[in-house]
């Protein structure tokens, strides 16, 4: 069985990225993969939380803010790159060693997710294209 079991059919990424209950589960799923980026760069084990500053930041560097309602917090750019991250994961989209490898390649918190939110936004085009 795929981990895509959890996941509702979605029309467009505007409806990925508003989801509160992917979000939820993105929460969790993207401060673990923090946490052991943290944690291999200083060799022991450490627990890691991404600020929501950190996640809009990397949503407007990725182009995502346009697909976005207008009047929108930092809070629901944060939730918005957290429900794509994890939608990534569970559709076979990007694996969760592609996603260690790309935010452990930049130092910058913001610079990492905005690689990370790119890759997942090119790997579905191509997929989207291949149709």
């Given at each position: 069985m795929s981990k895509g079991y959890v996941l509702r059919e979605y029309r467009n990424l505007e409806e990925v990225l508003l989801d509160k209950d992917l979000?939820?589960?993105g929460d969790?799923?993207?401060n673990f993969l923090y946490?052991?980026?943290v944690s291999q760069r200083s060799g022991h084990p450490k627990s890691?939380?991404?600020n929501n500053r950190i996640l809009a930041e990397a949503v407007r560097k990725a182009g995502l803010r346009k697909l976005l309602p207008?009047?929108?917090d930092r809070h629901a750019l944060g939730n918005a790159a957290e429900a794509l991250i994890v939608f990534a994961w569970l559709d076979d989209t990007v694996t969760f060693e592609d996603s260690l490898?790309?935010?452990g390649e930049k130092d910058n918190g913001v610079e990492a997710f905005t690689a990370l939110l790119r890759e997942i936004l090119e790997r579905l085009d191509k997929r989207d294209e291949q149709g």
């Amino acid at each position: 069985m795929s981990k895509g079991y959890v996941l509702r059919e979605y029309r467009n990424l505007e409806e990925v990225l508003l989801d509160k209950d992917l979000a939820g589960l993105g929460d969790a799923y993207v401060n673990f993969l923090y946490s052991l980026v943290v944690s291999q760069r200083s060799g022991h084990p450490k627990s890691a939380k991404v600020n929501n500053r950190i996640l809009a930041e990397a949503v407007r560097k990725a182009g995502l803010r346009k697909l976005l309602p207008r009047r929108i917090d930092r809070h629901a750019l944060g939730n918005a790159a957290e429900a794509l991250i994890v939608f990534a994961w569970l559709d076979d989209t990007v694996t969760f060693e592609d996603s260690l490898g790309i935010l452990g390649e930049k130092d910058n918190g913001v610079e990492a997710f905005t690689a990370l939110l790119r890759e997942i936004l090119e790997r579905l085009d191509k997929r989207d294209e291949q149709g």
